[in-house]
């Protein structure tokens, strides 16, 4: 920055290039709402299946396990942990 006037500055500050993610498009919010209600009702079937299934306590033991591990993983990779950088803005 040090080398460059003040036209190449001001293109290089613009407020599109900033990293702050208001130009990104994100496509359209009825398919997300569809895509969501589809994979919850596949999501609430299959745990139907699965707990339907269970015959003794040893399948209770590993059920257990994934559904601990799963929110174990839910819990250190969430965005709201400290040090995720999510509070961190770009330009503004």
């Not at 293109?11 to 969501?36: C, H, M, P, T, V």
């Not at 601990?68 to 995720?84: C, D, E, K, N, Q």
Request: charged content about 20%.
């Amino acid at each position: 920055m040090a080398n460059t006037d003040i036209t190449q500055r001001s293109q290089y500050e613009r407020s599109d290039l900033l990293a702050g993610g208001e130009g990104i498009r994100r496509g359209s919010e009825k398919g997300s709402a569809i895509y969501s209600v589809i994979a919850l009702i596949v999501g609430i079937g299959l745990c139907v299946v699965a707990l339907s299934t269970i015959e003794n306590w040893a399948q209770w033991v590993v059920l257990g396990v994934i559904v601990l591990t799963t929110f174990a993983l839910m819990f250190a990779l969430g965005p709201r942990r400290r040090g995720s950088g999510s509070e961190f803005k770009v330009g503004r």
